[in-house]
């Protein structure tokens, strides 16, 4: 016997592609500015290139975050022991958390139309069956729901409803998590090439 076809099947819009595929360019881009980032901590060589290749975003920001907890306030690590630098960086992969669990959902969860919530009785939570936007919104957009059945962590709901407008702004908050984090740990570098070494600043 064949299935039925799910009523909730989706017809995905190119819009909807082409949104989600910027936010899988800029998580990648992401993910590489983060290994340049533990290539300067490591310092650049040929077994350190071959254990960051391939790691994952929860992987580089771990290690990212357990060596600059090792380093604080140490004067051998250079201007990466230096408390303000080291906060604009923890800042940063702070902001960027919250962001690659959205990435993850949109880019491995399930699309379906808004009324999956109403025709899957118990999923999510009332009134409707699942989370509101992410970002807020027009009421006027046109929303789907979006569903993924192992999200970690538990704080990030599996079923949310979705506009492709909200997938946009999501790829321009990982390219604004992005340079700032660029920001962070390469311009203090810059400012100190430019006036002769010393102490780094943040301004």
């Given amino acids: ?29 992401l993910e590489t500015e983060l290994r ?6 490591f310092g650049w060589c040929h077994p350190s290139v071959l254990l960051l ?7 580089l920001t771990g290690h990212i975050r357990l060596l600059l907890n090792w380093h ?10 230096y408390s303000p630098i080291r906060e604009h960086i923890l800042a940063a992969l702070d902001l960027m958390g919250p962001l690659r669990e959205q990435r993850n959902l949109v880019v491995h969860g399930v ?29 006027d957009d046109e929303t789907f729901h979006l569903v993924r059945s192992r ?8 079923n949310q409803h979705w506009a492709i407008t909200d997938v946009f702004n999501l790829a321009s908050q990982l390219a604004i998590a992005h340079a700032c984090f660029r920001s962070a740990w390469r311009r203090p570098k810059e400012s100190d090439n430019a006036s002769g070494g010393g102490a780094p ?3």
């Fill in 151 to 158: 999200q970690r962590p538990k704080a990030f709901p599996p």
């Fill in 111 to 139: 699309w379906r139309t808004r009324e999956y919530c109403e025709l899957k009785p118990g999923r999510g939570e009332p009134p409707d069956g699942c989370i509101g936007r992410p970002f807020g919104g027009n009421d």
């Fill in 1 to 29: 016997m064949i299935a039925a076809k799910d009523p909730t099947s989706l017809v995905v819009p190119d819009a909807l592609f082409l949104a989600i595929g910027r936010v899988s360019i800029a998580s990648a881009e």
């Fill in 201 to 203: 600043t943040t301004g």
């Fill in 53 to 59: 290749e391939g790691q994952n975003f929860e992987w």
């Fill in 72 to 81: 604080a306030n140490d004067p051998e690590a250079g201007r990466f022991g």
């Fill in 36 to 41: 340049s980032f533990l290539e300067e901590l």
